[in-house]
């Protein structure tokens, strides 16, 4: 079964430190997400990328953040200068098409102290 | 802006009944709805998908879609412990905050 693969699958970080979170989507696939989750709270979407460019963000998606396909199989999210409410799960998801849901990777825990 | 609205729950069902999750958008644009299952400290996974207004059915499950009046919902028949999960409802790309379910022995 094709995954999607996520790395580090934990990360502390200083706050006002850069971090990038990596992201392997399953590798025919063409639309890519990120999405974060604070601890028990809602799967928040964040942004997505289609043909190499940002198709939709949302409210949370600032300047902070900023995402990259460095090469073909690598989907990055750069926090620029973290937050303690920057901690979170952050799950990579990708699909083949815009309307057949989304598989997940098993998510990144950053913790900024 | 573009909601997704589920009942918090939780929602109590005793194994072999049917369980019935509801969900509300506000983005009456959005063409492709989810169903996914969490279960505590994973990532979400995909039941089930459904793009056109009427019943989508697999298995134990069966999705609704009613884009005039902007609900989807999702049953499940015969309720299994194992079904015991967090249910989030998607208008693509948005979540809702799911319906924690308990399917009790």
């Known amino acids: 079964e094709p995954e999607v693969t996520q790395t580090p699958s934990h990360q502390v970080t200083q706050m006002g430190q850069e971090v990038i979170l990596r992201c392997v989507p399953i590798?025919?696939?063409?639309?890519f997400y990120w999405y974060r989750q604070i601890l028990g709270q809602k799967v928040e979407f964040l942004v997505s990328?289609?043909?190499?460019?940002?198709?939709?963000k949302s409210e949370i998606f600032d300047d902070q953040f900023s995402v990259e396909r460095p090469d073909g199989s690598n989907f990055t999210l750069k926090i620029r200068s973290t937050k303690l409410e920057d901690s979170a799960m952050y799950f990579c998801?990708?699909?083949?098409?815009?309307?057949?849901?989304?598989?997940f990777g098993s998510g990144t825990r950053l913790t900024v102290v | 802006q573009k909601e997704v609205e589920q009942n918090s729950g939780p929602l109590s069902v005793p194994e072999g009944a049917i369980a019935s999750l509801n969900c509300t958008y506000s983005?009456?644009?959005?063409?492709?709805f989810f169903w996914y299952r969490q279960y505590s400290g994973k990532s979400p996974e995909l039941i089930m998908f459904?793009?056109?207004?009427g019943d989508k059915e697999d298995g134990r499950f069966t999705a609704q879609l009613n884009k005039a009046s902007q609900y989807v919902s999702l049953l499940i028949r015969d309720s299994q412990p194992s079904d015991s999960a967090t249910y989030l409802c998607?208008?693509?790309?948005?979540f809702g905050a799911g319906t924690r379910l308990t399917v009790k022995p």
């Open positions: 459904i793009y056109s207004n």
């Open positions: 983005d009456r644009g959005s063409q492709s």
């Open positions: 990328f289609y043909n190499n460019e940002i198709s939709e």
């Open positions: 998607a208008s693509a790309p948005r």
């Open positions: 998801a990708s699909s083949d098409s815009h309307n057949y849901g989304y598989t």
């Open positions: 590798s025919n696939h063409l639309y």
